[in-house]
């Protein structure tokens, strides 16, 4: 089992930029691929980014490439989305995902979710 817990979320203006952040306990974080998805109302859940278990390589939905950055820390049980250049369109629930051993883009593949975190974006 491995516990997730999103932060950070928040509401800002479109331009602007908010750190999200992931919290893991439970078993052996770094034995876990981890993403992040988020779902807008009315709209299915999307993939936006993934990062391995050693953080040597991420995977990007086209819509966030070049704004959003994903990395993780094994150290402290983490997994971050900085994301910059916020558009009205990113405004969704965040969730943060784990799957063991690998990374995907596909959500069914994740076998553990955090609660969500919302982020709004004014324009």
């Known amino acids: 089992q491995v516990q997730l817990v999103e932060s950070g979320g928040g509401l800002v203006q479109a331009g602007g930029s908010l750190r999200l952040s992931c919290a893991a306990s439970?078993?052996?974080?770094?034995?876990?691929?981890m993403a992040w998805f988020r779902q807008a109302p009315g709209k299915e859940r999307e993939f936006v980014a993934a990062?391995?278990?050693?953080?040597?390589?991420?995977l990007y939905a086209e819509s966030v490439k070049d704004r959003f950055t994903i990395s993780r820390d094994n150290a402290k049980n983490t997994v971050a989305l900085q994301m910059n250049s916020l558009k009205p369109e990113d405004t969704a629930v965040y969730y943060c995902?784990?799957?063991?051993?690998?990374?995907?883009?596909?959500?069914?593949?994740?076998?553990?979710w955090g609660q969500g975190t919302q982020v709004t974006v004014s324009s």
């Open positions: 995902a784990a799957q063991y051993y690998s990374i995907s883009v596909k959500g069914p593949e994740y076998g553990y």
């Open positions: 439970g078993r052996t974080f770094s034995s876990f691929g």
């Open positions: 990062v391995s278990r050693t953080g040597g390589s991420t």
